[in-house]
């Protein structure tokens, strides 16, 4: 149980176009997704926290409105990079976290690995 | 201010060798995490630990969370090449963010398994 599946797991895309991530919790109903960035060598930076039907929330120094979040439903979770550029290439992960009283752990999706030209 | 510091950055034994990674804060935790993430992947939760002086096994891996919650260990024995990947410790603290269950990452520790 508690699979998490991201799509696309790879993406190369020219710069100035826009990359939408999806997100989804297979087999649970997640109360919270959360995205992070991961860069080489680095462990995990939040970006934002979202929860279904309300506005994501963002770390400092995250532009939201470049880094668009939609959280449709209690499976699904998007993360849209806007007019990116090669400084946005990265590996973004997001995770999900189960209804209460688990909600402090959160499953992670497999990445995607976004590559700006 | 890094609330939580993860030790070694890196490793690298041989097979058969027992190791230990070290989670620590100054903080105490609600609960805390550690992954496991190889690369090109997402982490894959190992385990959650939640109540102090709690002690959870994984076949070879042993998870202590400490008395008073603010410090964590995964030891793993007779480590084999299978283990190499990135550590991850994470955790979730009293009045941070723990409405939303917010995570506090660890640097990591990459561990390297030779043959």
């Known amino acids: 149980g508690a699979v998490v599946s991201q799509h696309p797991s790879r993406v190369i895309c020219k710069s100035g176009t826009s990359v939408k991530i999806e997100c989804r919790s297979l087999?649970?109903?997640?109360?919270?997704m959360f995205w992070y960035r991961q860069f080489p060598k680095q462990s995990l930076m939040l970006m934002a926290t979202s929860n279904e039907g309300s506005k994501a929330t963002y770390e400092q120094g995250v532009e939201k409105d470049k880094f668009l979040i939609n959280h449709a439903s209690l499976t699904l979770s998007t993360l849209t990079v806007t007019s990116a550029h090669p400084e946005d290439s990265s590996f973004y992960i997001c995770?999900?976290?189960?209804?209460?009283?688990?909600?402090?752990?959160?499953?992670f999706g497999p990445g995607t690995r976004l590559l700006v030209l | 201010t890094q609330l939580l510091e993860q030790s070694p950055q890196f490793l690298s034994i041989q097979e058969g060798e027992n190791l230990t990674v070290y989670c620590n804060s100054s903080s105490v935790f609600s609960s805390l995490q550690w992954y496991r993430q190889e690369p090109g992947e997402g982490p894959v939760l190992l385990v959650t630990?939640?109540?102090?002086?709690e002690v959870k096994k994984l076949k070879r891996l042993t998870f202590q969370f400490g008395d008073a919650r603010k410090d964590s260990s995964l030891h793993i024995t007779a480590a084999q090449p299978g283990d190499t990947g990135l550590y991850l410790c994470a955790g979730a603290f009293l009045g941070y963010g723990g409405s939303q269950g917010n995570l506090i990452f660890g640097k990591g520790t990459k561990l390297s398994v030779k043959p």
């Open positions: 630990v939640v109540t102090g002086g």
């Open positions: 995770s999900a976290s189960l209804r209460a009283p688990s909600r402090e752990t959160q499953y």
């Open positions: 087999d649970f109903q997640a109360t919270t």
